[in-house]
């Protein structure tokens, strides 16, 4: 059988290197965090971030910093700020995020979002 427990640690983000991602406009910079079914991350989205694509897998997304727009293709848009999440399970929206000024997010998805 296989394990996917994690033993207690760290994370120290400022070690965890950034990664630049072109959105349709704008810029993400993502330090991600893998573990076995799981995978946390700050992302970082610039000023005039627009997502390049529509995103049907599931997430825990917590506004760290900022504010952002998470629209889903039905056209329904959320506005989040810092200290609010939104939460959804794999394959049940599709969504994309943009954002005007600039956030900063936590992120963390994984197998247990799958649908059962």
């Not at 989205?45 to 293709?73: N, P, R, T």
Request: glycine residues 8%; charged residues 25%; contains cysteine.
């Amino acid at each position: 059988m296989k394990s996917n427990n994690i033993p207690f640690q760290t994370i120290d983000w400022a070690t965890i290197p950034k990664i630049e991602y072109k959105g349709d406009s704008g810029t993400a910079f993502w330090q991600t965090v893998q573990f076995p079914g799981l995978r946390i991350r700050i992302v970082e989205y610039s000023k005039e971030y627009m997502a390049d694509h529509w995103c049907q897998k599931g997430h825990i997304v917590h506004c760290l910093d900022g504010e952002f727009v998470s629209e889903l293709k039905n056209g329904e848009k959320f506005i989040l700020s810092k200290g609010m999440t939104y939460v959804v399970s794999d394959d049940l929206s599709s969504h994309r995020s943009c954002t005007e000024n600039g956030v900063k997010v936590m992120i963390v998805d994984g197998d247990f979002l799958k649908p059962k």
